[in-house]
T-cell receptor, first 115, second 111 residues
Framework: DGGITQSPKYLFRKEGQNVTLSCEQN?????MYWYRQDPGQGLRLIYY???????QKGDIAEGYSVSREKKESFPLTVTSAQKNPTAFYLC??????????????FGPGTRLTVL | AQSVTQLGSHVSVSEGALVLLRCNYS??????LFWYVQYPNQGLQLLLK??????LVKGINGFEAEFKKSETSFHLTKPSAHMSDAAEYFC?????????FGEGTQLTVNP
């Protein structure tokens, strides 16, 4: 089955630690996205990548980093510089980002809790 | 810049009643509009989308939405609510490279 996988489902981190969230897709999509979701705030874009080895900051990139070394993978690192990292993180992908009518497909999410 | 406003962060209906979730958008170009649904602790699933052509769009699970350019609206409706419709619903607008989401509407269905 084609789709997007995120791991782990739940993640706990101590303050001051970096942590990496995994996102893999087998849909052969060009573009991938990372969102952060907090109650009552909808989805906010962290980073996105439209092609391998290239990515752009979204609206709330501070304290996060990404890489796009392979088409199918787009890992997100939450660094110790992120002041309030506890949230639900969603990864998404789409086939051709220039075709705005293409919907984004979402993974199941990772819930990160800082202890 | 694109923006989306969802009127009502919480909507409660009785089972069998009409569901109406409101979405207004702002866009500098002809918009592509989407409705997604999210069940607890899951990702988002596409309900329907408007691209061009017919302004009444039918989606999954009996939902539909009507694009009204003059009102800059894309409200989501379902004639008869089911208990299984209880979830959070997000409206989104595309600017070709990214989606901008509304803050979401939590739908509660009462027996």
């Amino acid at each position: 089955d084609g789709g997007i996988t995120q791991s782990p489902k739940y993640l706990f981190r101590k303050e001051g630690q970096n942590v990496t969230l995994s996102c893999e897709q087998n849909l052969n999509h060009d573009a991938m996205y990372w969102y952060r979701q907090d109650p009552g705030q909808g989805l906010r874009l962290i980073y996105y990548s439209q092609i391998v080895n290239d990515f752009q900051k979204g609206d709330i990139a501070e304290g996060y980093s990404v890489s796009r070394e392979k088409k199918e993978s787009f890992p997100l690192t939450v660094t110790s510089a992120q002041k309030n990292p506890t949230a639900f993180y969603l990864c998404a992908s789409t086939g051709d980002p220039q075709l705005g009518y293409n919907e984004q497909f979402f993974g199941p999410g990772t819930r990160l809790t800082v202890l | 810049a694109q923006s989306v406003t969802q009127l009502g962060s919480h909507v409660s209906v009785s089972e069998g009643a009409l569901v109406l979730l409101r979405c207004n958008y702002s866009s500098s170009v002809p918009p592509y509009l989407f409705w997604y649904v999210q069940y607890p602790n899951q990702g988002l699933q596409l309900l329907l989308k408007y691209t061009t052509g017919a302004t009444l769009v039918k989606g999954i699970n009996g939902f539909e939405a009507e694009f009204k350019k003059s009102e800059t609206s894309f409200h989501l409706t379902k004639p008869s609510a089911h208990m299984s419709d209880a979830a959070e619903y997000f409206c989104a607008v595309s600017d070709r490279n990214r989606l901008t989401f509304g803050e979401g509407t939590q739908l509660t269905v009462n027996p």
